[in-house]
């Protein structure tokens, strides 16, 4: 059974910084390339950051390149998301999944928001 378990949210003052994490278990991760994507409120499930299997490449969603980093432990199963420059439009609930043919089942994300 896949598990997909993000953490490491919270509240932050504009211009700090988040690093998130996401445990996947169930499926072989090191054979998969994945992705953090985001929702607002309102608005449509995005992705932001996805990185191959090995983690020799790297991509992001032109609103957060230059402040977001994303990277995995393949020992440990987990894929991270370092969030730096924070900003309110970053405001949104945070979820990892494979990055193509992602699974229907989701995890419960992690909130994050973004105010003074």
């Known amino acids: 059974q896949v598990q997909l378990v993000e953490s490491g949210g919270g509240l932050v003052q504009p211009g700090g910084s988040l690093r998130l994490s996401c445990v996947a278990s169930?499926?072989?991760?090191?054979?998969?390339?994945m992705g953090w994507y985001r929702q607002a409120p309102g608005k449509e499930r995005e992705l932001v950051a996805t990185i191959t299997s090995a983690g020799g490449s790297r991509d992001y969603a032109d609103s957060v390149k230059g402040r977001f980093t994303i990277s995995r432990d393949n020992v440990k199963n987990t894929v991270y998301l370092q969030m730096n420059s924070l900003k309110p439009e970053d405001t949104a609930v945070y979820y990892c999944?494979?990055?193509?043919?992602?699974?229907?089942?989701w995890g419960q994300g992690t909130q994050v928001t973004v105010s003074s």
């Open positions: 999944n494979r990055r193509y043919n992602t699974f229907s089942s």
């Open positions: 169930g499926f072989p991760f090191s054979t998969y390339a």
